[in-house]
């Protein structure tokens, strides 16, 4: 049986715009403008859809896990519940080491693990470094997005939509 190829996804600044203070409520919770799109045609070429975001704002008390799960909702609910699943660290080094959180590669292994996926036929899309850092350890391709380049990824994109049409065009050429 054949493993399953990925698309590992940062959350904050790659599906929602992300907000110093955090976007952990819906009135600051904006789905940027092709993710739907983006997702819906990574999923109809097989791709599984994970998301792994570090969520420190909890650890830090800023919000809670209730909060977090309304937007995880509203992103589900508005881009057609196509997202396979969503791993998030609560921690924050001022408040707790943990493993799970990215640059570290816990996250990413247990999805790996879980969905029986085939880190070479798979990508991660971040916008920030400590994104990608994980992904290049696991051996899985990196784009970064929305207007961050440092120079580690595999390749830049302006956004998922963007991310989403490099992708399918280099399964393609494959």
Request: glycine share 6%; hydrophobic share 40%; proline share 2%.
């Given at each position: 049986?054949?493993?399953?190829?990925?698309?590992?996804?940062?959350?904050?600044?790659?599906?929602?715009?992300?907000?110093?203070?955090?976007?952990?409520?819906?009135?600051?919770?904006?789905?940027?403008?092709?993710?739907?799109?983006?997702?819906?045609?990574?999923?109809k070429?097989?791709?599984?859809?994970?998301?792994?975001?570090?969520?420190?704002?909890?650890?830090?008390?800023?919000?809670?896990?209730?909060?977090?799960?309304?937007?995880?909702?509203?992103?589900?609910?508005?881009?057609?519940?196509?997202?396979?699943?969503?791993?998030?660290?609560?921690?924050?080094?001022?408040?707790?080491?943990?493993?799970?959180?990215?640059?570290?590669t816990?996250?990413?292994?247990?999805?790996?693990?879980?969905?029986?996926?085939?880190?070479?036929?798979?990508?991660?899309?971040?916008?920030?470094?400590?994104?990608?850092?994980?992904?290049?350890?696991?051996?899985?391709?990196?784009?970064?997005?929305?207007?961050?380049?440092?120079?580690?990824?595999?390749h830049?994109?302006?956004?998922?939509?963007?991310?989403?049409?490099?992708?399918?065009?280099?399964?393609?050429?494959?």
């Amino acid at each position: 049986m054949s493993k399953n190829k990925c698309i590992f996804l940062d959350r904050d600044g790659v599906l929602n715009k992300d907000f110093v203070d955090y976007a952990y409520s819906l009135d600051k919770f904006f789905i940027i403008d092709g993710v739907a799109e983006a997702l819906d045609l990574l999923k109809k070429h097989g791709y599984l859809l994970i998301v792994i975001t570090n969520q420190s704002g909890l650890a830090r008390g800023i919000y809670t896990r209730e909060d977090m799960q309304l937007c995880h909702n509203y992103l589900q609910e508005n881009t057609g519940h196509l997202i396979d699943h969503i791993y998030y660290s609560p921690c924050h080094p001022n408040f707790s080491e943990s493993l799970t959180r990215k640059p570290g590669t816990l996250m990413f292994e247990k999805a790996i693990a879980k969905f029986d996926v085939d880190v070479t036929q798979s990508w991660m899309v971040g916008d920030k470094l400590r994104d990608m850092q994980p992904a290049i350890k696991m051996g899985i391709k990196t784009i970064q997005v929305d207007g961050h380049d440092d120079k580690i990824a595999d390749h830049v994109a302006e956004n998922l939509l963007g991310a989403a049409q490099f992708i399918l065009s280099s399964d393609k050429r494959v």
